[in-house]
Structures are given as structure tokens and as C-alpha cells.
């Protein structure tokens, strides 16, 4: 397919509670990149794979946040627990090979209450 | 980190009218991006530039990737009213991908 696909496009939850995003990336791209963007602000990257290996978490609070991509396709983002200032869109993209232009998925707008 | 400055952060525009918004970064990247991004959707990739000097078209939109490799401009042309969204500039080093603040363009009909 030649988009990126993500679900659920809107997520609303309690404080404490665990949340799952889910990306497809577009067919035969090798690299896969979750981003959070806060409302007024462009998007700044949490994780970056590498067919099914992580290349770059280094932003990505691992104490409550995990990605995998088991198979080296489709990923998936989890925050356990949630809190209150993970309210944001995130936005998974993928790119054919590390450097070359990334495409953006529809994006899931996640609302912690 | 890496910072790309963006600017205008916001423009107000009467249909037809022509618009320049650029981005400036103290750091040197390998590509240009410029993105749109709509409400309550992800951003989409408009122009990509990949050589120091390069100007490229895609319809009413010209992107030039700046000489220094610190900048980068985008231009559109005849505004309509569907051009109304963010767009964002996104420098590419590596493989990481850094993005400036936005620019908000209005277009009155």
C-alpha cells in the first residue's frame, strides 16, 4: 500500500491506564519512525527502526514508553502508565531507507484525562 | 540539539496573493523538507531538496535548498483557499529529522 496507516486515529483514557497505537507502514519500506507532536509544535521523534531492530530511542521515556516491530513490518507504540502530559498526536512515518524522505501516517490523537 | 527557526509564524492573505515563508538552522543538513499539515492530520510531504542551490517546483509551490545548507525557502504562488493549513520545514541529517515550529497561513477568499 502506498500510505502509512495508523489506528486508532483517536484515543481518549484515564490517567494511569495503558494505551496501544498501531502503524503499517507504506510496502517495502525498511525504516520506521514513531514522533509526538504537541499542539503549536512540529513533530519530534521518539523511536526509529531499522527493519525490526531500534536505531535511535534515545528521546523515547522508557519508563513508561516501549515500541516493537516484531517482524520488521508493522509497529506498535504502548505508554503504561499514562499521565497527563502524554496528551499529543502521535505520528508514525516511514522512509524507504535511513536518509531518504519520510511519509507521515493519518496520525492518532491521543487525550489523557 | 539541532534548531531549524521558522518564519513567518503565521500569515493572514487575500486569495491570489503570493506567499515566502523560510527556514534557518545553525547546523548544515543533507535534505530539505517541506511538509503541510491539515487539522487533526498528519503532516504531507510538498517538495524535497537535495543539493546545496537546488529549486524545485511542484505546481503553485518553489522550495530552494539554501547555498550554506543552513536554509531553505518555500514560495507559493496565486493562493487558493484550500492552501490553509501549517507548514513546516524539516532539515534531514542522518537519518534524523528535525523540524522548525510551523508557519499558520490563513487565506481569505
Known amino acids: 500500500e502506498a500510505e502509512v496507516a495508523q489506528s486508532p486515529r483517536y484515543k481518549i483514557t484515564e490517567k494511569s491506564q495503558a494505551v496501544a497505537f498501531w502503524c503499517d507502514p507504506i510496502?517495502?519500506?525498511?525504516?520506521l519512525y514513531w514522533y509526538r507532536q504537541i499542539l503549536g509544535q512540529g513533530p519530534e521523534l521518539l523511536v526509529q527502526?531499522?527493519?525490526?531492530?531500534?536505531?535511535?530511542d534515545s528521546q523515547l521515556p522508557k519508563d513508561r514508553f516501549s515500541a516493537e516491530r516484531l517482524k520488521g513490518v508493522d509497529s506498535t507504540l504502548k505508554i503504561q502508565p499514562a499521565e497527563l502530559g502524554d496528551s499529543a498526536m502521535y505520528l508514525c512515518?516511514?522512509?524507504?531507507?535511513?536518509?531518504?524522505?519520510?511519509?507521515f501516517g493519518p496520525g492518532t490523537r491521543l487525550t489523557v484525562l | 540539539g539541532q534548531q531549524l527557526n521558522q518564519s513567518p509564524q503565521s500569515m493572514f492573505i487575500q486569495e491570489g496573493e503570493d506567499v515566502s515563508m523560510n527556514c534557518t538552522s545553525s547546523?548544515?543538513?543533507?535534505?530539505w523538507l517541506w511538509y503541510k499539515q491539515d487539522p487533526g492530520e498528519g503532516p504531507v510531504l510538498l517538495i524535497a531538496?537535495?543539493?546545496?542551490?537546488e529549486l524545485t517546483s511542484n505546481g503553485r509551490l518553489t522550495a530552494q535548498f539554501g547555498i550554506t545548507r543552513k536554509d531553505s525557502f518555500l514560495n507559493i504562488s496565486a493562493s487558493i483557499p484550500s492552501d490553509v493549513g501549517i507548514y513546516f520545514c524539516?532539515?534531514?541529517?542522518?537519518?534524523?529529522?528535525?523540524f522548525g515550529e510551523g508557519t499558520q497561513l490563513t487565506v481569505n477568499p
Open positions: 531538496l537535495y543539493k546545496a542551490g
Open positions: 527502526f531499522q527493519d525490526e531492530s531500534v536505531v535511535d
Open positions: 510496502s517495502g519500506h525498511a525504516t
Open positions: 524539516a532539515g534531514l541529517s542522518g537519518s534524523r529529522l528535525t
Open positions: 512515518a516511514s522512509s524507504l531507507r535511513a536518509g531518504s524522505e519520510q511519509f
Open positions: 547546523s548544515i543538513f543533507n535534505t
